[in-house]
């Protein structure tokens, strides 16, 4: 059998987890090939291919990134996209193409999977918003990240009696933001899941800094929202020189906060620093088991089909129960978020 394999969209720690566990397994109990795309499905589009033996799969499980590379790219929305990934599929005679990716990609798959071609998909996003699955590769990872940069914002904020606010990522849905901030104790948490209510927050601060602290720490998802009505214009602003600066929701909290209570207030952008470097060994621990289990699928002809975690077991749920769709973090969690602050 000869299994194609990409990785797509953006990337996270743990995706060689997952290559190296379709290729070992691949290689090892079946014998199979496999047949690496680079740079996701615009790979598979251009006949981009790398083969992958075991000397490519060496060394790589404590390394971020993916060695395969990975491109935002979607088949079924680029003119004759379709076209020239079936043409290469049928040219490199894969029987079954096994995608490691986020919402984008596991939605594409299930249009190829349509198409005729039998797919598997294995999630990864470091916003853990993928239907279906309990954990995606990457979260965990990321989740450490913000975690350790709210500890040490925490004691410079002591020091200077500030207002730190951290944006992190989280367009859709908020489980990092939400995590890290029950993990790193932060005292407001703006989630995509509740439009915020800057009044509410600006009170919160006030009381807070009045009765018995001098710092605090407001962790903010890139998605998240103002309320309808709450007047908070993030979309245009003006830089230190006057210039127009891309807003992003972190920036507008902060200057809301700085302006309106007049606390020193610092604003930091995780960005892609929560997407990179090692692994934490939950995440190599979760690529291995999907990178297993998608080879299994493809042997056994399960497919058009996603792997997924439920409890503590890797389960093959259906595309049409998770394509296109959310994963937003439970009322239950926001609530301790709430109760904690
Ligand atoms: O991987 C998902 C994500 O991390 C989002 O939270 C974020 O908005 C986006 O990727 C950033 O993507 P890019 O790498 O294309 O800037």
């Known amino acids: ?44 589009a251009q006949g981009d291919v790398q083969p992958l033996g075991r000397s490519d799969i060496r060394n790589v499980l404590p390394v971020g990134g993916t060695l395969l590379g990975t491109a935002r790219f979607h088949p079924h929305s680029e003119d004759g996209g379709m076209d020239a990934v079936l043409a290469t599929l049928e040219a490199e005679r894969i029987d079954a193409l096994v995608c490691i990716g986020g919402d984008g990609t596991v939605h594409a798959a299930s249009k190829v999977a349509e198409a005729g071609v039998a ?8 916003d853990n918003d993928v239907e279906g699955t309990d954990l995606s590769i990457g979260f965990h990872t990321a989740v450490n990240i913000a975690t350790d940069a709210i500890d040490r914002l925490h004691t410079t904020a002591e020091s200077h009696n500030r207002v730190m606010v951290v944006e992190v990522m989280g367009r859709h849905a908020g489980w990092i ?44 998802a890139e998605g998240a929202v103002p309320a309808e009505g709450s007047a908070m214009d993030f979309t245009q602003r003006l830089g230190r020189f006057g210039e127009i600066v891309a807003g992003s929701v972190g920036e507008a909290v902060a200057a809301e906060i700085a302006q309106r209570t007049g606390f020193d207030t610092r604003l930091t952008v995780l960005g892609h620093v929560q997407r990179g470097g090692t692994p934490t060994p939950t995440d190599r621990i979760l690529g291995s088991r999907f990178g297993v289990a998608a080879v299994d699928a493809a042997a056994s002809r399960r497919t058009n089909v996603m792997t997924a975690l439920r409890g503590d077991e890797v389960r093959l749920v259906p595309f049409d129960e998770v394509a296109g769709k959310v994963k937003h973090v439970p009322d239950e969690l926001l609530r301790v978020a709430d109760a904690l602050a």
């Open 177 to 220: 933001a939400v995590n890290a901030g029950i993990a790193g104790g932060a005292e407001v948490v703006l989630a995509p899941e509740r439009p915020f209510d800057i009044d509410k927050v600006v009170r919160f601060l006030r009381h807070r800094h009045r009765a018995h602290a001098s710092f605090s720490i407001v962790v903010v």
């Open 119 to 126: 797919m598997i998909a294995i999630p990864k996003t470091i």
């Open 1 to 44: 059998m000869r299994i194609g394999l990409l990785t797509g969209g953006g990337d996270c720690p743990g995706l060689n987890a997952a290559i190296r566990g379709v290729v070992k397994h691949a290689l090892g109990e079946y014998g199979h090939s496999v047949i690496g795309f680079r740079n996701g499905w615009k790979g598979v």
